[in-house]
């Protein structure tokens, strides 16, 4: 699977948008780019995940590059609770085994 | 309904000694994972379960370490001798198949090898 690199901390003010990149230069045409969380002393949770187009759900927005080497995960309207650290991930659909690296931590401030 | 449960939640143990930790999967889920997290690190996989398909043990970093999953449902993760470096988070997560994309996972057990 793809190495992705983020970097390793941002702020952000409550209720505005979060823009968290990500870079995955070496991605195959087979992965997909997947993002999850983790609040402190919590397990993972998943967020979102795309291909090639944008994707949209009720927590985030994912905006993939054109050349699809890099990615930025976006918090419409960031909250006290979305503190947590963000990983990006690049692997197959076909097999489900995840890794994570460093990952972003975020902290949302008031 | 029902998330995935782990027990316990924390864990102290003395070297040498086995441990056993229990993972609960969400009623329904055919797959399971088995994760460790070492402080401040990312997550590192283990093992995982997938129905009747023998188990994909590549993540087990040794032989000191083995799983199990009774009927397809609750997985027990045993450590024999345990080491000071085996000390985590041991983290699982259950999805409704291989091939689903998302992850539901539980809250962990921290480890403790003194």
């Known amino acids: 699977d793809a190495k992705t690199t983020q970097p390793p901390s941002m702020d952000c003010a409550e209720g505005r948008a979060a823009n968290l990149p990500c870079n995955h230069s070496?991605?195959?045409?087979?992965?997909?780019v997947y993002w999850y969380r983790q609040i402190h002393s919590q397990g993972p949770q998943y967020i979102i995940h795309?291909?090639?187009n944008n994707e949209t759900n009720e927590m985030a927005s994912l905006i993939i590059t054109e050349d699809r080497k890099s990615s930025t995960l976006i918090l419409p309207h960031a909250t006290l609770r979305d503190t947590a650290v963000y990983y990006c991930?690049?692997?197959?659909?076909?097999?489900?085994?995840?890794?994570f690296g460093g990952g972003t931590r975020v902290l949302v401030k008031p | 309904g029902a998330g995935v449960s782990q027990s316990p939640s924390n864990k102290v143990t003395e070297k040498g000694k086995d441990v056993e930790l229990r993972c609960d999967p969400i009623?329904?889920?055919?797959?399971l994972y088995w994760y460790r997290q070492s402080l401040g690190q990312g997550l590192e996989f283990l093992i995982y379960?997938?129905?009747?398909?023998?188990?994909?043990k590549s993540g087990l970093p040794s032989d000191r370490f083995s799983a199990e999953r009774t009927g397809g449902s609750v997985s027990t993760l045993t450590i024999q001798r345990t080491q000071q470096e085996d000390s985590a988070v041991y983290l699982c997560?259950?999805?409704?198949?291989?091939?689903?994309?998302?992850?539901?996972f539980g809250p962990g057990t921290r480890l403790t090898v003194l």
């Open positions: 997560a259950s999805s409704l198949e291989y091939l689903d994309n998302e992850q539901f």
């Open positions: 070496t991605i195959s045409g087979n992965e997909y």
């Open positions: 795309g291909l090639k």
């Open positions: 991930i690049v692997k197959r659909a076909a097999g489900n085994k995840l890794t």
């Open positions: 009623s329904g889920h055919t797959a």
């Open positions: 379960f997938q129905g009747n398909s023998a188990p994909d």
